[in-house]
């Protein structure tokens, strides 16, 4: 295991900046993790930090990973009386709206009116938006300070859908604190456990990853699959896994959190999986590749831009390939080291001191610094 993190030294030049964060909700998901790793960095270099969370979610005990320092509120009530709350404790702050659901939260916006503000885009949202959408999110955002967009896929799509201007628009990239153990690939009987983080919501796809492992198992390959996440089609892939006759080929984990549980699961992993239709820059992906596992991802441009070479990429409406590429991965331990290695090497680009420092120069040209 690699050494404790040094707490970081504060930071003179940010002297009196304060941030707030401000979210739809803080619940249990890569957009919070982005959050909570931002949110804690800053506070170490000496921004006040202040997450706000527009509504109480059903899942919030990832709120437990914020420094103590980190000032955070979860508002509630009526629209009104919550919009009146936005407005008082952003007073005085450079407000970073983060919010994950494609949606424009208009009123919100216009509660924000002469705070320095900057708005994250985390995915890219084309099936969740329309012409009209579209048009308006480009209005209010012609207020905005900066925009940041996590790829350069989702500033295509910001400019490209959104129709903002491209100077407006600064890729960010997602990171992660790289401290797993080396690993060791610890099946050598032909078979293969991969791993999925993700929630389970119908762009994530899943059921597609459900029917590559079936079609694995067909062919004889002694594919498992862990899957860790949960979400609103948990049930029907409970039940497609008994169709598909692998339910004994699955473990279910719910949705787990906490770093200690989910590093020794991919640890023991030989590969991990994604079939997403549409992502931004998944920190799933990027755990996967610090713990040095081959990547098995959907053909979408934004994985190819997290993975590289380091990834092996099927496309998501067919299944079967996903099932050859699992079928090769099985066979072959000499490609997943190669791969591993290849992904634990990419992990060092998504550096999060250059994460944090580049969110700080954004928040200082927003105040004038």
């Given at each position: 295991?690699?050494?404790?993190?040094?707490?970081?030294?504060?930071?003179?030049?940010?002297?009196?900046?304060?941030?707030?964060?401000?979210?739809?909700?803080?619940?249990?998901?890569?957009?919070?993790?982005?959050?909570?790793?931002?949110?804690?960095?800053?506070?170490?270099?000496?921004?006040?930090?202040?997450?706000?969370?527009?509504?109480?979610?059903?899942?919030?005990?990832?709120?437990?990973?914020?420094?103590?320092?980190?000032?955070?509120?979860?508002?509630?009530?009526?629209?009104?009386?919550?919009?009146?709350?936005?407005?008082?404790?952003?007073?005085?702050?450079?407000?970073?709206?983060?919010?994950?659901?494609?949606?424009?939260?208009?009123?919100?916006r216009f509660a924000l009116r002469g705070r320095p503000?900057?708005?994250?885009?985390?995915?890219?949202?084309?099936?969740?938006?329309?012409?009209?959408?579209?048009?308006?999110?480009?209005?209010?955002?012609?207020?905005?300070?900066?925009?940041?967009?996590?790829?350069?896929?989702?500033?295509?799509?910001?400019?490209?859908?959104?129709?903002?201007?491209?100077?407006?628009?600064?890729?960010?990239?997602?990171?992660?604190?790289?401290?797993?153990?080396?690993?060791?690939?610890?099946?050598?009987?032909?078979?293969?456990?991969?791993?999925?983080?993700?929630?389970?919501?119908?762009?994530?796809?899943?059921?597609?990853?459900?029917?590559?492992?079936?079609?694995?198992?067909?062919?004889?390959?002694?594919?498992?699959?862990?899957?860790?996440?949960?979400?609103?089609?948990?049930?029907?892939?409970?039940?497609?896994?008994?169709?598909?006759?692998?339910?004994?080929?699955?473990?279910?984990?719910?949705?787990?959190?906490?770093?200690?549980?989910?590093?020794?699961?991919?640890?023991?992993?030989?590969?991990?999986?994604?079939?997403?239709?549409?992502?931004?820059?998944?920190?799933?992906?990027?755990?996967?590749?610090?713990?040095?596992?081959?990547?098995?991802?959907?053909?979408?441009?934004?994985?190819?831009?997290?993975?590289?070479?380091?990834?092996?990429?099927?496309?998501?409406?067919?299944?079967?390939?996903?099932?050859?590429?699992?079928?090769?991965?099985?066979?072959?331990?000499?490609?997943?080291?190669?791969?591993?290695?290849?992904?634990?090497?990419?992990?060092?680009?998504?550096?999060?001191?250059?994460?944090?420092?580049?969110?700080?120069?954004?928040?200082?040209?927003?105040?004038?610094?």
């Amino acid at each position: 295991m690699s050494e404790p993190r040094k707490a970081a030294a504060p930071d003179r030049s940010v002297s009196g900046l304060r941030v707030c964060l401000l979210v739809r909700y803080f619940t249990v998901g890569g957009l919070e993790r982005v959050v909570t790793s931002l949110a804690n960095e800053l506070v170490a270099r000496g921004v006040e930090v202040r997450v706000v969370a527009l509504a109480v979610a059903k899942r919030n005990a990832l709120m437990t990973e914020l420094d103590p320092r980190v000032k955070t509120v979860s508002l509630s009530g009526s629209p009104a009386r919550r919009l009146a709350a936005v407005a008082r404790l952003t007073r005085g702050h450079v407000v970073h709206i983060h919010f994950g659901d494609g949606r424009i939260h208009p009123l919100v916006r216009f509660a924000l009116r002469g705070r320095p503000t900057v708005v994250s885009y985390h995915s890219v949202y084309t099936h969740r938006r329309t012409w009209l959408r579209n048009r308006l999110d480009r209005c209010l955002n012609a207020r905005v300070d900066q925009v940041i967009a996590v790829s350069e896929a989702v500033r295509d799509f910001c400019t490209t859908q959104v129709g903002l201007p491209a100077a407006q628009v600064e890729v960010v990239p997602n990171a992660i604190r790289v401290d797993c153990p080396e690993r060791v690939d610890e099946r050598g009987d032909g078979g293969l456990t991969v791993i999925s983080l993700a929630g389970l919501y119908p762009h994530k796809n899943q059921a597609a990853v459900l029917a590559g492992v079936a079609e694995a198992r067909q062919r004889g390959v002694d594919v498992r699959l862990r899957v860790i996440g949960d979400g609103p089609e948990m049930a029907d892939l409970y039940r497609r896994g008994l169709v598909l006759g692998i339910h004994e080929a699955i473990e279910w984990y719910g949705q787990v959190w906490r770093r200690d549980l989910v590093l020794p699961l991919l640890m023991s992993s030989q590969a991990f999986v994604s079939a997403s239709r549409f992502e931004g820059m998944p920190i799933s992906i990027l755990e996967a590749m610090a713990a040095g596992l081959p990547l098995v991802l959907s053909d979408i441009p934004s994985h190819h831009e997290t993975a590289g070479d380091a990834g092996l990429y099927f496309d998501p409406d067919h299944p079967q390939q996903l099932a050859s590429v699992l079928e090769s991965l099985a066979k072959d331990a000499p490609q997943r080291k190669v791969l591993g290695e290849a992904s634990l090497g990419r992990s060092g680009l998504f550096d999060l001191d250059a994460f944090t420092a580049r969110h700080l120069r954004v928040y200082q040209r927003a105040v004038g610094r």
